[in-house]
């Protein structure tokens, strides 16, 4: 398991999931009723979406590292541009509401919003199967002409 196996898609989409395992520790809206809350004080359908981005990512990392062929790899990678879209839209949703009437949003919601939007660009950046091979290709010589 080398980081150098690792392309421009896989890097980018572990930065999204980096991103992402921040902003749920992070605040995410601020009121002057509530105080901030975070990712786990409005917990719902939407946080649940960006849960399952988060994961698709990190699998498509795991199985870019672990694995010698590129079927797995590229199939992670499809299913990460699926759950990417979803991510996004959750939370682009996230961005836009204001639960237990917040009045301001926090560092944790545009951070999720980034983190999504990484995971599906290096996502659909993955998908195409350009992984350096882990041998060298040999170059066996020409045989002779009779």
Avoid: K
Avoid at 12 to 36: D, I, K, N
Avoid at 63 to 86: T, Y
């Amino acid at each position: 398991m080398s980081l150098r196996r690792l392309r421009v898609g896989e890097l980018l989409v572990l930065a999204g999931v980096v991103l992402l395992v921040v902003s749920l520790f992070e605040p995410w809206y601020e009121g002057a009723v509530s105080g901030q809350l975070d990712a786990w004080d409005t917990f719902g359908a939407a946080m649940v979406l960006v849960l399952a981005c988060l994961c698709a990512g990190l699998a498509m990392v795991v199985s870019a590292l672990g694995e010698r062929d590129a079927a797995l790899p590229v199939s992670a990678a499809v299913w990460s541009v699926l759950l990417g879209v979803i991510g996004v839209v959750a939370a682009v949703v996230r961005v836009l509401e204001r639960p237990d009437h917040a009045s301001s949003l926090c560092i944790g919601a545009w951070l999720a919003l980034a983190g999504t939007t990484a995971v599906l660009v290096g996502s659909w950046l993955a998908v195409r199967d350009e992984r350096p091979n882990l041998y060298t290709p040999s170059h066996p010589a020409a045989r002779p002409r009779p």
